[in-house]
């Protein structure tokens, strides 16, 4: 008699199946818009997700110049970081690093989503961010998300 009538699939390198994804920023939320890249690039969203693999897909993400902050987080909202020299803490404003390079703004919001090992920084390899519409992955054939349809 069988008395396990299920088993727990648990995925692999092997087995798991990574397609390309588009994500259009235009007009989104930074951090609405971070917490569904970063499910996208762990695989939080298919069946069989498994927390020790890279199940998740490649994430292409156009027009990172076009996203929102609410409030007044343009001024208010610090990016940290340290040379490593005695005294060598420096910071930029939201609206410093958005002028540097948009696309930052979204890495480093995504960044902030992932696991903080090896398999983050494995999960973070499979996001390309782009400032305005053009992007280098047409090859890949990406399939086009509406993250307005998900909620």
Known sequence: MDTLSYKTVSANSKTVTKEWV???????????????????LRGKNKPN??????????????????????????????????????????????KELYAKDPARVIENAVKGMLPKNKLGAALFRNLKVYA????????QKPRVINLNDIK
């Open 22 to 40: 588009l994500v259009d920023a235009d007009g989104q939320a930074l951090g609405r818009l971070a917490s569904e890249v970063a499910k996208m």
């Open 49 to 94: 997700y498994t927390p020790h693999v890279d199940c998740g897909d490649n994430v292409v993400v156009i027009n990172a110049g076009k996203i929102t902050l609410s409030g007044k987080k343009w001024d208010t909202k610090e990016y940290i970081r340290h040379t490593g020299y005695p005294g060598g803490q420096r910071s930029l404003t939201a």
């Open 132 to 139: 305005g519409e053009a992007h280098d992955q047409e090859a």
